[in-house]
């Protein structure tokens, strides 16, 4: 077996993953905004469109699990017509699987998390949550937080 030079192993892969996404970025339905590179879906609009993800691990804690329970619940009960619609896109994302790499990715997930993406006419705005963390205690209050940061970020407020 040929040993390769630390150095020379470090560029063949960055040279092999940025051709890698070259090439699939040519295979999706998907048109980049010339202005800031953010890819745009042909059948949605994404004016005021929001996605909430849960990302986490494949063994999760009691805490990472009521992260996304509890998400999963607020919009269920408050924005039943916007999932529906597709204005608002929610899942549980596991982290590990090679299938959500890209998804992970865009978002920069590195562990178990609460993370929204908003986008409007500037772009794509991906933003993690910490402050559910602090509200896992208090279901209720855990809810009307969320809803509130749901409201604001579908009213186009980023703040």
């Known amino acids: 077996m ?7 192993f470090f560029v063949f892969i960055i040279l092999t993953s940025l051709f890698s996404i070259f ?13 800031t590179g953010n890819v745009v879906a042909n059948k949605i609009s994404f004016s005021n469109k929001l996605e ?19 998400a999963e619940e607020t919009i269920n009960t ?11 896109i929610f899942d549980h994302i596991n982290i590990d699987l090679p299938e959500n790499k890209e998804l992970v ?3 920069k997930a590195t562990g178990s998390s ?11 705005h991906p933003e993690e ?5 602090y509200k896992i205690q208090n279901k209720q ?7 509130e940061l749901i409201e604001k970020r579908l009213a186009g407020d980023l703040s």
């Open 78 to 88: 408050y924005f039943k017509n916007e999932k529906a619609s597709g204005r608002i």
């Open 23 to 35: 090439m699939l970025s040519g295979c999706s339905g998907n048109k980049a905004n010339p202005i």
């Open 52 to 70: 909430i993800y849960h990302f986490h691990a494949t063994r999760q804690c009691n805490s990472c699990k009521t992260i996304g329970a509890y």
């Open 2 to 8: 040929v040993k390769m030079n630390n150095k020379y």
């Open 141 to 147: 209050d855990y809810m009307n937080y969320l809803k």
């Open 105 to 107: 990715t865009k978002y």
């Open 114 to 124: 609460l993370w929204l993406g908003s986008y409007d006419k500037n772009g794509f």
């Open 129 to 133: 949550n910490v402050n559910v963390w």
